[in-house]
């Protein structure tokens, strides 16, 4: 009797086993239907065991092995096994977070292209140049080696037509792309010096693993670089994985890829794609089918059997950290997944974030840089305004005004930087105490008068606004502070000639609402933008002169201490959206605080003065990168379950705790309660990766043991963001 060892989606850390008459090795792998309590799971084969911890006669059988789906590689079972292991998550959990949906449902998906071009793979090249015994096969191979791409219907015909399977079968050919003559390749740009250099540097290095921070101005084109690495691995017969942190907002950065490569099978995966679609491009990557795979942070676990590349773009991001379930890392991922694999990964950014930036200064990773823009003739200028001596108009000070006024007659474009929706954060009641708080969360309730609502932002709940105080009746209700929209309504005042345009997440409800906002944008059928962080990615907006930011300073002295990292790395980012194209760009920046050494940095566009100061403060505090950190979670109804919960858990760990390991008190988080739930932390931190990493490895498996107060939900956060 086979008895099968299954990872299964449950929230308990171990694998269980099953019997299975048929299994063979091969089913390693393999996701099977299998009974747990009451419930049919999908589950994947992780090993097949000589024997069962549990008698015999308790193992239940699998219900259904599925063999129509082909199995994960060994590669994926590795990666899978190894984000468990690190982030201290159920193995099972997280091949279910990476398995696609239709996969995890067990639907059969269609992924037969009826008739591709077959191609030579790299181990088809070798088996072609060794000569060997003369065989049909390597007939056939050599005879489309020498009419090149072709299809698989014309293949057939040919003499040894018979062997087109078994060079499938051997991975000698490959299904390339039908190619569309309607496209044609677009002529390739001259590189800069800069360009050539970063890839002369990446292409004769050895083979094998090669960590890259590519730090490159905004606009000095690093796309280019990342285009043209890719261009050379395709060539080579290996597939590339390109990580980006938001696919919905950078569409040009999908059209550029689509145009550079017109024969190139692109699978794109991002959260706008549906299910049937991520589950068909998974498939077609996990059967070799796919030679670029774009998409956002959970991408990182597209099965890539001829994987050559990893370009992960805007690695600073916070978005490639997932914030719930298994709280994951993409960017971290990837460089594992690099390393494991043995291909170069390039981390692309205009900003490092402090954790690549000392990898690369103390030489783990290699610092390339490109320090000059590639079309625009300069970088912008970037000028403070202080805002403690100068009259405000609607937030905006005299300069900024005169400078949109400047864009506006020359017909160009302004982008005015809020970080903040909404018309106002809070309303308040100038006679009593009331102000528009969340029933059910630590934070105000945001004033949207567009439709005339009081909004939550951290859980949707929300309501009229009232047309007098709830508490005392008075009718004057101020709306304190200010957010887009009461921007867009002070700047249309202002400017009545122009044409002024919010773009935030109101406005940009979907994919489509966005595409055609930026439509709009590049039409030139808009003077003045208003715009959260939204704007601040990737784009290029030819008229585009002026980026204005306003209402900055509170991340400067907020309690998280990232916080001021992030400030930095969305002001240079959105101050490069400004003069990208051949007019010279002009950033404002509206603060207090001039003098500050962040905005000095920023002044010079320096980030690496940024990073050095950084590190700095950081290494003075005690902060990662120069500690390492997990936070254990928990919340509850009732704060008082959560607190003792993560009490007991740091009791338990007192007990054989290791010197180079430190155990906070449990508190509540900064925002401490959510959506009617109280929430906790208990912060374990250690000087050394390893020891955090060894405690971790035996005080979570006993945190599923300890007693937990009446609806408790508790997690673990290993390098969290938030903390
Ligand atoms: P980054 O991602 O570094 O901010 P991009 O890759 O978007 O910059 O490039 C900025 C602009 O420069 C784009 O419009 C791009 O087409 C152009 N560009 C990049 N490299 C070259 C080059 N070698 N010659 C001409 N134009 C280039
Ligand atoms: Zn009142
Ligand atoms: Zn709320």
């Known amino acids: 009797m086979s008895i099968v060892r299954v990872a299964i989606p449950v929230p308990v850390p171990q694998l269980f086993d099953y019997t299975c008459e048929t299994a063979v090795p091969s089913d390693v792998g393999r996701c099977v239907r299998v009974r747990f309590g009451r419930r049919i799971e999908t589950g994947i084969v992780v090993e097949l065991p000589a024997n069962s911890d549990i008698a015999p006669a308790r193992l239940r059988p699998v219900e259904q092995i599925l063999r129509d789906t082909p199995a994960m590689s060994a590669d994926w079972l590795a990666l899978t096994r190894f984000v468990a292991r690190y982030y201290h998550a159920p193995v099972g959990e997280v091949m279910a977070l990476a398995l696609p949906p239709e996969l995890r449902r067990a639907t059969t998906v269609d992924i037969r292209d009826d008739d591709p071009l077959l191609a030579l793979t790299p181990a088809g090249h070798t088996a072609l140049n060794e000569g060997g015994r003369p065989s049909r096969a390597r007939r056939h191979l050599a ?52 360009q050539a250099a970063v890839l002369e540097a990446i292409t004769t290095a050895q083979p094998g693993f090669l960590p890259v921070l590519l730090q490159g101005v905004t606009g000095a084109g690093k796309t280019e670089v990342y285009l043209r ?5 395709l060539a080579a017969g290996h597939s590339v994985l390109m990580m980006v942190p938001e696919i919905a907002l950078t569409p040009q950065f999908e059209s550029r890829i689509t145009e550079r490569f017109p024969h190139a099978r692109i699978v794109a995966l991002h959260s706008g ?37 990893i370009i992960v773009d805007e690695e600073h991001d916070p978005s490639y950290k997932q914030q719930e379930g298994v709280r994951y890392s993409a960017r971290d991922v990837a460089v594992w997944r690099a390393h494991h694999q043995g291909v170069p990964i390039v981390l692309g950014t205009a900003t490092p974030s402090l954790e690549s930036w000392r990898h690369a200064s103390e030489g783990r990773y290699r610092h390339l840089r490109l320090t000059r823009r590639a079309v625009a003739t300069q970088m912008p200028t970037v000028r403070l305004i202080d805002t403690r001596r100068a009259k405000l108009d609607g937030g905006l000070s005299k300069p900024l005004i005169e400078a949109i006024g400047q864009r506006l007659a020359r017909r160009e474009q302004s982008l005015i930087f809020l970080n903040r929706r909404g018309f106002a954060p809070v309303l308040a009641c100038p006679s009593c105490e009331w102000v528009s708080a969340c029933p059910h969360c630590a934070a105000n309730r945001v004033v949207h008068l567009a439709d005339r609502r009081l ?5 949707g709940f929300d309501s009229p606004i009232p047309v007098a105080c709830p508490d005392c009746g008075e009718q004057d209700l101020q709306p304190l502070g200010r957010g887009t929209q009461k921007l867009e309504a002070h700047l249309a005042e ?28 590049h039409a030139g059928e808009a003077d003045i933008l208003v715009g959260t962080q939204m704007m601040a990615k990737g784009h290029d907006f030819e008229r585009l ?15 998280d ?134 405690f971790l490895g035996v005080w979570v498996p006993r945190l599923y ?4 107060g009446r609806d408790l939900r508790w997690r673990v956060d290993v390098d969290p963001l938030d903390v």
């Open 229 to 233: 690495l890719a261009e050379r691995c």
């Open 455 to 459: 909004r939550c932002h951290h859980c």
């Open 561 to 694: 201490f990232r916080a001021p990292e992030r400030l930095f790395q969305q002001l240079m980012q959105v101050g490069g959206r400004a003069g990208r194209s051949h007019l010279a760009g002009e950033v404002l920046i509206q603060t207090e605080f001039g003098d500050h050494p962040l905005f000095q940095c920023l002044k010079r566009q320096d980030a690496d003065a940024y990073a050095r100061l950084a590190l700095d403060d950081r290494r003075q505090a005690g902060f990662p990168p120069f500690t390492f950190q997990a936070m254990l979670g928990a919340d509850a109804p009732q704060l008082a379950d959560a607190i003792a919960f993560l009490q007991r858990a740091r009791d338990d760990a007192l007990t054989d705790l290791p010197a180079a390991l430190m155990l906070y008190d449990p508190v509540p988080m900064r925002m401490h309660r959510l959506a009617r739930r109280e929430r906790a932390q208990l912060l374990v931190e250690s000087t050394e990766r390893a020891a955090l990493q060894q």
């Open 494 to 521: 202002r400017f009545p000639e122009a044409r002024v345009l919010r773009v935030d997440r109101d406005v940009a409800r979907s994919r489509s609402d966005w595409l055609a906002l930026l439509a709009k944008i």
């Open 273 to 309: 794609a549906g299910d049937m679609a991520r589950s068909r491009g998974f498939l077609r990557a996990l059967e070799g089918d796919a030679d670029i795979v774009l998409g956002t942070r959970l991408s990182v676990f597209t099965p890539l059997p001829r994987l050559g590349l």
């Open 545 to 559: 002169t002026l980026v204005g930011v306003v209402g900055a300073d509170a991340a400067l002295y907020a309690s």
């Open 705 to 708: 043991r300890l007693p937990a």
């Open 143 to 194: 005879a489309l080696a020498e009419a090149g791409p072709t299809r698989k219907s014309v293949a057939r015909q040919w003499p040894d037509g018979d062997a087109t399977a078994e060079l499938l079968r051997r991975q000698w050919v490959y299904p390339a792309a039908p190619a569309n003559p309607a496209l044609t390749p677009p002529r390739l740009p001259t590189l800069t010096d800069e």
